[in-house]
């Protein structure tokens, strides 16, 4: 199973690619990141974005003229993975930390292309559903110098593994070592 999500990330980052290649036809598909409003409701939590801190994502939909909302980087990777979502993506967002200076509220203009951004998986620091994150970055020194400070390792979205954003997630120890939280 974990063979076929990764298999369906790829083909998704492909997509994304040809799409980013052919300067034509295939750009004008690709729409900008959007800003978040006060009511925008999270797709897997259906809560509001606004009442959870940490790093978000949007993922727009050839079949939606507006982006589903995560309330976690996490939760946008998961939704790429899973085989019942939609695979229609255009684009990918998430908040770019390296350029946020609020954890709690990335501000407007933080958005980074998903497949450009560096992440950082295993951190002390967990996202806005209280869970591990995957906290994105524009630049690969900013996702190392997060590391440095907040443990963790630092890897490019087709490295996320699946089991970190589908499997049991693991709680940061006050030593920075992981323990399961059931």
């Known amino acids: 199973m ?11 980052l492909l997509g994304l690619a040809l799409a980013a290649c052919d300067g034509r036809e295939q750009a004008a598909e690709a729409p900008p990141p ?12 259906n809560m509001l974005l606004a009442e959870h801190g940490g790093p978000k994502g949007q993922v727009h939909l ?7 909302w995560f309330s976690s980087v996490r939760d946008t990777v998961a ?11 255009t684009a ?3 908040n770019d930390m390296g350029e946020a200076t609020d954890w709690a509220k990335p501000e407007p203009g933080t958005w980074v292309e998903a497949g450009a951004a560096w992440y950082v998986i295993g951190s002390r620091r967990l996202g806005g559903m209280g869970l591990p994150e995957v906290v994105p970055f524009g ?3 900013g996702a ?3 590391a440095t400070d907040n443990g963790g390792r630092v890897v490019r979205l ?5 089991d970190y954003v589908l499997g049991t997630p693991q709680m940061p120890t006050q030593e920075g070592e992981a323990h399961a939280t059931h």
């Open 2 to 12: 974990i063979t076929i999500m990764r298999a369906v990330l790829t083909l998704v």
């Open 34 to 45: 959007r800003e978040y409003s006060g009511d925008a409701i999270g797709y897997f939590c």
């Open 62 to 68: 050839r079949s939606r003229k507006t982006p589903l």
């Open 79 to 89: 939704f790429t993975l899973l085989e019942g979502e939609a695979k229609d993506v």
């Open 92 to 94: 990918i967002y998430v």
């Open 139 to 141: 630049t690969r020194d």
């Open 144 to 146: 190392e110098g997060f």
């Open 158 to 162: 087709a490295e996320i593994p699946a």
